[in-house]
T-cell receptor, first 112, second 108 residues
C-alpha cells in the first residue's frame, strides 16, 4: 500500500534529551514537510524539504533539526533546545512543492 | 495561521447543511484545500479547488471560491454525525499555510 507512515505513535522525552521522529513515504514524492499542532490550534510549519539533500526552515524551526538523505525519509529531531516540545507532530509529503499534501497519522510527543 | 482565518466552532443538527468559512491573504496560491481531522489522527484531504475556479462540487461537498474577497467556503449537505471533526482550510504555498481549524459538532 502506498502512503506515509510515522513512528512511533507516542513518544516520551526526558529533560535534556534529544528524540527523533520518523517519517517515511513510498509515494515517490519529492517534497516532505513537518508540522507541529498544539491543542486547539492549527498547524505550524517546522521544516520542509523540496528535494533530497535540501531543506528549509519553516515558521518555528528553533529547537528542531532535520535531514533528507533519502527521498522516502525525512526524520525530525527534537533537541533539548526546544523548551516546550509537547505537541502532536504531523509529517506530510507532496509530489512537488506547492502541490497537494498527504499526511501521516502523527506522533504525539510528551515530556516526562 | 495568521494568514488564513476560520471561525473556531460550528454546531448543526444532523441532516442540516454545514457551511464552514475561511479567508486567506495570499492571492498567489494555485490551489486551496480543505482537510478534515478526526481526534488523534492526521489530516485527511477532503477536496481542493484550483484558483481559477469559482465552484467545485464533489458528492455532498461544495467548495465556493471568491477570489476578489479572498473567501473560501465548504458546504456539507445532509450533515451526518460522522462529519463531526475539525476542518482546516489551507493555501498551497511550499509548506502550506493552514487556518486554526473549525470544530464541527453534529447533534443528532
Amino acid at each position: 500500500d502506498g502512503g506515509i507512515t510515522q513512528s512511533p505513535k507516542y513518544l516520551f522525552r526526558k529533560e535534556g534529551q534529544n528524540v527523533t521522529l520518523s517519517c517515511e513515504q513510498n509515494l515517490n514524492h519529492d517534497a516532505m514537510y513537518w508540522y507541529r499542532q498544539d491543542p486547539g490550534q492549527g498547524l505550524r510549519l517546522i521544516y520542509y524539504s523540496q528535494i533530497v539533500n535540501d531543506f528549509q526552515k519553516g515558521d518555528i524551526a528553533e529547537g528542531y533539526s532535520v535531514s533528507r538523505e533519502k527521498k522516502e525519509s525525512f526524520p525530525l529531531t527534537v533537541t533539548s533546545a526546544q523548551k516546550n516540545p509537547t505537541a502532536f507532530y504531523l509529517c506530510a509529503s507532496s509530489r512537488a512543492p506547492g502541490e497537494t499534501q498527504y499526511f501521516g497519522p502523527g506522533t504525539r510527543l510528551l515530556v516526562l | 495561521g495568521e494568514d488564513v482565518e476560520q471561525s473556531l466552532f460550528l454546531s448543526v443538527r444532523e441532516g442540516d447543511s454545514s457551511v464552514i468559512n475561511c479567508t486567506y491573504t495570499d492571492s498567489s496560491s494555485t490551489y486551496l484545500y480543505w482537510y478534515k481531522q478526526e481526534p488523534g489522527a492526521g489530516l485527511q484531504l477532503l477536496t481542493y479547488i484550483f484558483s481559477n475556479m469559482d465552484m467545485k462540487q464533489d458528492q455532498r461537498l461544495t467548495v465556493l471560491l471568491n477570489k476578489k474577497d479572498k473567501h473560501l467556503s465548504l458546504r456539507i449537505a445532509d450533515t451526518q454525525t460522522g462529519d463531526s471533526a475539525i476542518y482546516f482550510c489551507a493555501e498551497s504555498l511550499p509548506g502550506s499555510t493552514f487556518g486554526d481549524g473549525t470544530t464541527l459538532t453534529v447533534k443528532p
